[in-house]
């Protein structure tokens, strides 16, 4: 199983980023797959998820900024974020879990700073 992040950066208060996921050795149409992430001396924290039916679910201090979403065919998952805050400052990982066990990719940055 590999997850790949890509999309992170340094952003203004205010500003958007996309993340993206991309999976491979899974078969991602059936798995649910969510977006973590980890700011400094905090522990990681759910962002969002996405069910293999493309239902989402956000936590709350992201709820209206952010959104989720899945191509099955290009096995890819996404991470729209808007109205980015300095608290959104995090790593943001890329998660999935198959058969109890959970799976994460590296991780990328992102910066929200002025």
């Known amino acids: 199983v590999q997850l790949v992040e890509s999309g992170g950066g340094l952003v203004q208060p205010g500003g958007s980023l996309e993340l993206s996921c991309a999976a491979s050795?899974?078969?991602?149409?059936?798995?649910?797959m969510g977006w973590y992430r980890q700011a400094p001396g905090k522990e990681r924290e759910l962002v969002a998820t996405?069910?293999?039916?493309?239902?989402?679910n956000f936590a709350d201090s992201v709820k209206g900024r952010f959104t989720i979403s899945r191509n099955n065919r290009k096995r890819t998952v996404a991470l729209q974020m808007n109205s980015l805050k300095p608290e959104d400052t995090a790593v943001y990982y890329c998660h999935t879990e198959i058969s109890g066990t959970s799976h994460w990719g590296q991780g990328t940055q992102v910066t929200v700073s002025s």
């Open positions: 050795g899974i078969i991602f149409s059936i798995n649910a």
């Open positions: 996405i069910t293999s039916g493309g239902k989402p």
